[in-house]
């Protein structure tokens, strides 16, 4: 298991707290409005907020050209196919139902972890994914019929998550001597180029002028999610072993369920509630320190 220093619980608290409440802002966002034009949007306004804190970083931005073929494929599995599948997902569910279904995120990446790449997981773990998996499946309670109806968001959300814990797996086995916040800049640009020309071939005709709150919703992914959130994961991914990178995020649809019942008005029920206590044990299970060896 693996103990957080100070500096990885301040990323982690304020990356929950940011995605968390991303999940109503981003249904808000794609009200109305295009969802991969709105997508595009705020990459092309968080792309340059993430540059500029390299630069006051003084982080370079060079990637030799060797790893141009990795950072591709990291690209593709970690930001190309997450953003344009959920924020389709997104505008055909409600708020709190994609958070739940994203975030399915950790249960495959510990799977595949285990599976594919043979990681050796201890009961602990293992008791982590049991835990925000039942977690999982309570917050889906009230909800299944409402998924029936609606199999193409289901799908295209859990499609999202199950390529995300790949990207993730293959980030943590990364082995480009580059700063994290060089790839992830390098990332979220080709990302800033892919969705722009998926808009343009696939939602020109629809485009309409954003409305205030598509400009909030706008402007709250460009500065907190692209210009902070992205990096602060990718820093965690590749810090942390797979499973503490992946199940320590696991408040995060938890607090999507509750935010989004507090802005959008989204009923809650006792399973959600008890969510959150499993959630916080996944959480526990992977994380808390374990007890050293006697001399």
Sequence with gaps: MHKLSPRQWTLLVLLTLVWGINWPVMKMGVTGFPPLTFRAMCLWLGTPVLGLALLAMKVPFRIPRAHWRELLVLAVFNMFIWHALMIIAVQSLSSGRAAILGYTMPMFSALLGAWVFGDQLAKRAWAGVAAASVGVVLLLWHELSNLSGRPTGVLLALGA???????????????????????SFWMTLLTTGVMSVLAVVLESDRWVAPTPSNWFAIGFNAVLVFGYAHAAWFSLARSLPPVASTLSVMLIPVLGVFSGAVWLGEVLHWQDWAAVGLMTASIAFVLWPAKKQAD
């Design 161 to 183: 998550a199950s390529t995300w814990a790949l990207g993730t797996q293959m980030l943590r086995r990364s082995q480009m001597p580059i700063p994290t916040l060089t790839i």
